[in-house]
């Protein structure tokens, strides 16, 4: 059975956006906001993760380049095909096993944007590598107010649904500010609006609150100092953490100077997180765009469900637990039910990508000068294989990429190729990435 | 290895009891053969040097069994397996069980020899972040405030089962907001200033909830709604909006209407302060109106708001019809999709708007516990401010405070008060306590005279807050505080007073739901989403039942005295209506939980509808997944990880759909396929005891796939069984199993890190002084409390 047309009522999408805001109101802010801006357009990064793999031959179209038959998976996305690029055929070799247990979702997740393996460990020796998404937020981030923002729909309160010898942390996150240094996901559409424009008082009362997070944050780092002194070598990493989070407030409060304030004076924000799943994906999908539009970041990662996620979808008709259906042993009716997941994910993406085209930034709309990596670490799922991995660029990337094609790579070039293009394109420009061996033409 | 003891360590080591056998001579070379012997043909076969991929990671070459001290990790393992019957493997030659209780008796002797001689209590990372639930708390202790701020505070990664794990456990610019958003937050509600602008808060009707019985709590005659305690700034105006259900408004697609007249009432601490009245439309047209609107004063506090509809006695009839499917958000066997065919109407969500006209802070109990003096003068004002500063600072970072420690937030204070007065000062001092290092980290700073690898005996004032973390996921009380300041924490009796004292108290329950909530999975329950047209039944307010079943049981269990094998064993248990009717009990209605003994099928916690829900898929059992969690959880081995690659099945690749297999045909085919058989020949059993009950814990005697259920099974060690009771008996045969599973669950948990091979004697110590006693489960807390582990620590590198 299939449920995906029924009307939601406008109010519940509004519901999430607060009791009393309106749209227009969002809107009007914008003027304020982006005025004096610079005259170029900024480009922005996205990166939004789907876990569990995915049926191939339901995504990968058969025809290479421009004239390629839309396939099922991307069918909610043909609206925008000529904003939108597929790339298929690489791989993620730092997500192979090498061994016998080692925790494939765990590694997969871990490795998506960096190309390491990670460290087997559930303690503090938790190790990753720094992901694209971070090396463009210390590129694009610098004139933000948020260097990078992190979203992801499914909460983490599941216990003891991770993988032996691997911390949770693994899958709760893809994003990586450096190997040791996970960045949480948030999913709450409440504590995100707040991180955005803060807490919804008037413009004086909320210069006078940003004065005295300054006046705290200041002291604070006396403390920290007293601490770090006091403490052995190896514990001092806790310390340089927080005070590297304190520099990063400090900073963050700089940057937003006035126009948070004049922000705050419009908006409300939202309270929870929505009681419709596809609500509260719309909700964090329009942050993610308001985000981008109001400039407070250009860098925004986003989880659409975390790897091993048993989460099932009664909206497509799927009762089954997403991970469970995801090792479908090849029978037909388990592959035709991930399949209905995966394009499911993509109606949700098409949410996002209908905001962007829709929403006016300087000579075109914000999609045009956006480069939105969608994708996930596995292929075939069933066999935990990180080959042949599915990939959808979004966006133009302010005229730097010409999207349209389906672009069929070299089969088994690192992914992390592909990555390194796309960080071009949003003039970000590293020699390597994780196990990189060139760049990927697109 | 160093092999170096500070003369500290011995202090605690004499506290405890010295296992008999530690004064014991070494191994005779003779013994040593046998056990070399018994090596060769049982084990050595598969775990040799060639073999290791295939057989766990584990070679057995090369280790001396004479030696067993010299490698824990590798002897551990052993000890852990043999002992539970895992190994040998089902189907190979296993030794007589008298050689093998020889065999892992010498292993656990000698490793308890050397960590008598020379104890490692290990090292819990000097900086813990407190989680969640500790900072809820944490700030429930210090201002007595009702909020809940866990919405806004960062959630926690999990290590080990546990989400209190102090290595994984980081900071971050956006944890860092966060922690300043909630700081503000509290210091605000603590002193009743009023908000920057009039502030919303939305309290929600959970999305599955039933909302046709009375909500517990509010008063009878009532059905559904809402009832909240909410903290209020100041005594002023505010204005209570109540929503419907969108199916009942203009906006909706097909609304509909309802056919009678109905009475939406508001309650305010109980008492009754207004009434709406829902005018009925027979023509089933929705009405004009859905919000309703009531401006009232209050005053600053706490208040319980109640929102709910009076229960019209003619619903009643229908509703035994309807009543599975009649829930506000479940249409077409989709939850969240909202239903838009029911007769009557529903409350979505009640919010609080204000303060308006603010009068002032008020004499909010919250305020004056804090600001406990007023000064009359400008220059009183400081030496003011200072003193509640210094009573928060000692409770929050939970030791004496010094001026060093009070300085910094005095800056803070002048800064802030030098142009907006007292209280803006006072709000600003607060909100820079709660994000200090030494508020957010419980610190535990390696002895300055400790030299790096050496063990040391934690302070007083140390150990006090790892009581109350490991007991109350808080901060510790006054009293505690007390004790540890003069000493009564260092002597035996003293500390089990505190224990005793701690246990007793209400606080206590934060054990039962974080500890037990996590080891037996009772969280999961709340992203358990049965698949609903199976499960027609399972709701939220079942959801909540079952998990208050295990949490009282395992409370009763706790704090009765009783022995840990209960758990297991227990013949009573608790329920409610919902749960009752649930369980298929006669005769039990309402939302109080009654205790009830067992008869028949169920008896100790595997046969709690919550822990059989959530070791199920969302459409069927799941004997791998429960198998799992018994091996994890009740037998203490967890299951190996998968093989790199699994192979498909053989049946999948012929694609064979024709019919439906039974799960026992489907688990077959893991044990046919030799690459899974290792494991699934030891895992898929264990879940086949439990396949009498379905996926949401209902008996049953007939599976998915309508043949009659097959509960028999065979456990590694060959020994046969035949449906739950009979597993269940197995279980209690060796009752040090399961209570040193216990009690390595909670070690983790206490100590906020995973266990290394060197903590197993701690445990086993802990196991065998609980065992004259019976195995109390309140024996076995004390015992983490008094051991090594708990109360000492080993020194990090040395500072510079």
């Known amino acids: ?442 | 290895m160093k092999r170096v003891v500070a003369a500290s360590g011995l202090v605690v080591a004499l506290m405890l009891a010295v296992p008999v056998h530690a004064a014991q001579a070494p191994a005779a070379p003779a013994e040593t053969s046998v056990h070399q012997a018994l090596l060769q043909k049982n084990c050595i076969t598969c775990h040799n040097e060639r073999n290791k991929a295939n057989a766990g990671r584990l070679s057995l070459e090369g280790v001396d069994v004479g030696k067993p001290a010299d490698h824990p990790e590798v002897w551990e393992k052993v000890v852990a397996k043999v002992k539970a019957g895992l190994m040998p493997p089902s189907g190979l030659p296993r030794p007589e069980a008298t050689q093998k209780d020889a065999f892992v008796g010498y292993l656990e002797r000698e490793l308890d020899k050397k960590a008598a001689a020379s104890p490692n209590p290990g090292r819990t990372e000097t900086f813990h972040r407190l989680n969640r639930a500790e900072y809820r708390n944490a700030i429930r202790e210090l201002f007595g405030l009702e909020m809940d701020v866990t919405p806004y505070l960062p959630a926690d990664d999990a290590s080990y089962g546990f989400d209190n794990i102090a290595g994984v456990l980081k900071i971050s610019q956006s944890r860092l907001e966060q922690y300043l958003s909630a700081a503000r937050r509290i210091s605000r509600a603590a002193l009743g200033t009023a908000p920057p602008a009039p502030a919303s808060y939305e309290y929600r009707v959970k999305e599955s909830a039933h909302q046709n019985e009375r909500a517990e709590g509010l008063p009878f005659g009532t059905r559904g709604g809402l009832l909240f305690r909410h903290d209020f700034p100041q005594d002023a105006e505010y204005e209570l909006r109540v929503d419907l259900m969108c199916r009942l408004g203009g906006e909706c697609d097909g609304s509909v209407g309802f056919p009678d007249e109905h009475t939406l009432l508001v309650l305010i601490d109980g008492e009754r302060v207004t009434s709406f009245t829902l005018e009925p439309r027979k023509d089933m047209r929705p009405p004009q109106e859905r919000t309703w609107k009531l401006r009232l004063p209050l005053s600053a506090g706490s208040h319980a708001i109640g929102v709910t509809f009076l229960k019209l006695p003619s619903i009643r009839e229908i509703d035994s019809v309807i009543e599975r499917f009649d829930r506000p958000y479940f249409l077409n066997g989709v939850i969240g999709q909202p239903n838009n065919t029911i007769y009557q109407p529903y409350l979505d969500v009640v919010t609080v708007v204000g303060p308006f006209n603010a009068k002032g802070p008020g004499h909010a109990a919250v305020r004056q516990r804090l600001v406990t003096c007023t000064p009359k003068t400008k220059a009183e004002q400081e030496p003011c401010a200072r003193s509640i500063v210094a009573k928060l600072a000692r409770r929050a970072y939970r030791r004496p405070v010094a001026a060093a420690d009070l300085d910094p937030i005095m800056e803070v204070y002048r800064s802030e008060a030098k142009d907006a007065g007292f209280d803006v000062g006072l709000e600003a001092a607060v909100t820079r306590l709660l994000v200090s290092p030494e508020f957010l980290y419980r610190v535990e700073k390696d002895r300055p005279t400790a030299k790096p690898g050496t063990n040391y005996r934690l302070t007083d004032i140390e150990l006090a807050s790892r009581l109350s973390f490991f007991l109350w996921s808080s901060i510790p009380d006054e009293a505690l505080l007390r004790a540890a300041e003069t000493g009564q924490l260092s002597t035996p009796a003293g500390l089990e007073q505190q224990v005793r004292r701690m246990l007793a108290d209400r606080r206590s329950n934060e054990l039962i739901e974080n500890f037990a909530g996590q080891w037996l999975m009772l969280r999961n329950l709340d992203a358990q989403r049965p698949d609903m047209p199976k499960f027609p039944n399972f709701d939220d307010s079942l959801r909540a039942s079952a998990r208050r079943e295990t949490e009282l049981f395992f409370g009763s269990v706790l704090r009765e005295n009783r022995s840990v094998m209960e758990l297991l064993s227990a013949d009573y248990t608790f329920v409610d209506g919902r749960l009752a009717k649930h369980y298929g009990m006669p005769k039990i209605y309402g939302t109080q939980f009654q205790r009830v003994k067992l008869t028949g099928n169920r008896s100790g916690l595997l046969g709690h509808a919550s822990i059989l829900t959530v070791t199920s898929r969302p459409n069927r059992t799941s004997p791998v997944l429960r198998g799992k969690w018994i091996l994890d959880n009740i037998l203490g081995t967890p299951a190996p990880d998968p093989p790199a690659n699994v192979p498909p099945l053989k049946e999948d690749e012929a694609g064979t759909q024709n019919k439906m297999p039974s799960v026992r045909e489907r688990m077959a085919s893991h044990r046919a396929n030799v690459v899974c058989a290792g494991c699934h020949s030891m895992i898929d059993p264990l879940g086949f005891a439990l396949e009498n009950f379905d996926a949401v814990g209902q008996y049953r005697t007939m599976d998915e796939s309508k043949k009659p259920v097959d509960a028999s099974g065979t456990l590694p060690d060959g020994s046969k069984f035949d449906g739950f009771a009979g597993f269940r008996q197995m279980l209690l045969r060796e009752p040090e199993i399961f209570s040193t599973t216990v009690t390595k669950k909670m070690m983790i948990y206490a100590l906020g890190r995973g266990l290394e091979p060197t903590d197993m004697p701690a445990v086993r110590q802990i196991v065998r002084d609980a065992k004259p006693g019976g195995l109390k489960l309140s024996a076995l807390v004390a015992g983490v409390v008094k051991s090594v582990p708990f109360q000492m620590r080993r020194a990090g590198a040395a500072a510079q």
Not at chain 1, 233 to 242: A, H, Q
Not at chain 1, 273 to 291: K, Q, R, T, W, Y
Not at chain 1, 309 to 325: C, F, K, Q, T
Request: charged share 20%.
């Open chain 1, 1 to 442: 059975m299939f449920v995906t047309k029924t009307a939601l009522p406008r109010r519940t999408v509004l519901r999430g956006i607060g009791a009393t805001v309106a749209l227009p109101f969002l809107d009007a802010m914008v003027p304020a906001v982006r005025a004096g801006a610079a005259a170029l357009p900024a480009k922005r990064f996205g990166a939004i993760y789907m876990p569990n793999g995915m049926i191939v031959k339901d995504f990968v179209p058969a025809e290479a380049g421009r004239n390629y038959t839309i396939t099922p998976i991307l069918k909610p996305l043909e609206k925008f095909r000529n904003q939108m690029t597929v790339v298929t055929g690489l791989a993620n070799k730092p997500g192979d096993p090498l061994d016998a247990g080692s925790g494939p979702h765990s590694r997969v997740s871990g490795c998506w944007l960096n190309g390491v393996r990670v460290k087997r460990t559930e303690n503090a020796d938790l190790s990753a590598g720094r992901t694209a998404d971070q090396f463009a937020a210390e590129v694009l981030g610098k004139e933000t107010p948020l260097r990078s923002l992190e979203l992801a729909l499914e909460p983490n309160f599941v216990v003891g649904g991770c993988e032996g010898g691997y911390s949770c942390t693994y899958i709760n996150t893809f994003s990586w500010a450096a190997a040791n240094r996970p960045l949480p996901m948030e999913t709450n559409p409440a504590v995100v609006f707040e991180r955005l424009f803060g807490d919804g008082g008037p413009g004086a009362a909320r210069m006078a609150g940003l004065r005295r997070d300054r006046s705290i944050l200041d002291s604070l780092t006396g403390d920290l100092a007293r601490l770090q002194k006091s403490v052995g070598p190896s514990d001092r990493l806790t310390m340089d953490e927080y005070l590297d989070a304190v520099r990063d407030v400090e900073r963050r409060i700089q940057a937003t100077g006035a126009r948070a304030a004049s922000a705050a004076e419009t908006i409300e924000k939202p309270f929870g997180i929505p009681a419709v799943f596809e609500d509260h994906s719309n909700l964090m999908f329009d942050l993610m765009a308001l985000a981008y539009r109001t400039d407070m970041t250009r860098v925004v990662s986003f989880q659409l469900a975390r790897e091993l996620s048993l989460r099932s979808y009664p909206e497509v008709g799927v009762s089954e637990a997403h991970h469970d259906i995801s090792h479908h042993g090849n029978r037909a009716e388990n592959i035709e039910k991930k399949s209905k997941i995966d394009t499911y994910h993509m109606k949700l993406i098409s949410h996002l990508a209908e905001k962007l085209a829709n929403t006016p930034d300087g000579d075109g709309s914000l999609l045009d000068h956006s480069m939105i990596l969608v994708g996930g670490s596995m292929g075939d799922g069933n066999m935990h294989s990180p080959h042949n991995l599915p990939v959808v660029l979004l966006g133009g990337a302010g005229g730097a990429h010409k999207p349209g094609a389906h672009v069929r790579a070299t089969f088994d070039d690192p992914f992390m190729n592909l990555c390194l293009t796309v960080l071009d394109k949003v003039d970000v420009h590293l020699d390597s990435l994780g196990d990189s061996t060139g760049r990927q033409e697109i």
